[in-house]
């Protein structure tokens, strides 16, 4: 059974930064592409970022180049998200995705293409 776990949400106040985790289990961790989406309420689910397990190769939305990052720990099965100086805008509820194989093209950022998914955690922005 797969099963996605994150952590790491809170309450920070504009430019503060906070650790996303993502722990991974009930599937071959090591090829596989993880993402990152949010959530804000009354908007559509939008890809963050991602980050294929196997070769390292990381993708980001135009949104958040520069401010956050994606990485992993192939030990541990987990994908963290850095975040750094945050914006009331960034308020949304996270999840992590998975999906079996390498992120490829543009088809990383669409939620429709991934399998798994974790319960969210949500991450509020105050200005």
């Known amino acids: 059974q797969v099963k996605l776990v994150e952590s790491g949400g809170g309450s920070v106040q504009a430019g503060g930064s906070l650790r996303l985790s993502c722990a991974a289990s009930?599937?071959?961790?090591?090829?596989?592409?993880m993402g990152w989406f949010r959530q804000a309420p009354g908007k559509e689910r939008e890809a963050v970022a991602a980050?294929?397990?196997?070769?390292?190769?990381?993708y980001y939305a135009d949104s958040v180049k520069g401010r956050f990052a994606i990485s992993q720990d192939n030990a541990k099965s987990t994908v963290y998200l850095q975040m750094n100086s945050l914006k009331p805008d960034d308020t949304a509820m996270y999840y992590c995705?998975?999906?079996?194989?390498?992120?490829?093209?543009?088809?990383?950022?669409?939620?429709?293409?991934?399998?798994?998914w974790g319960q969210g955690t949500q991450v509020t922005v105050s200005s």
């Open positions: 995705a998975a999906e079996t194989g390498p992120c490829g093209g543009t088809w990383w950022g669409k939620h429709a293409e991934y399998t798994y």
């Open positions: 980050i294929y397990t196997a070769g390292g190769n990381t």
């Open positions: 009930g599937f071959i961790y090591s090829s596989n592409c």
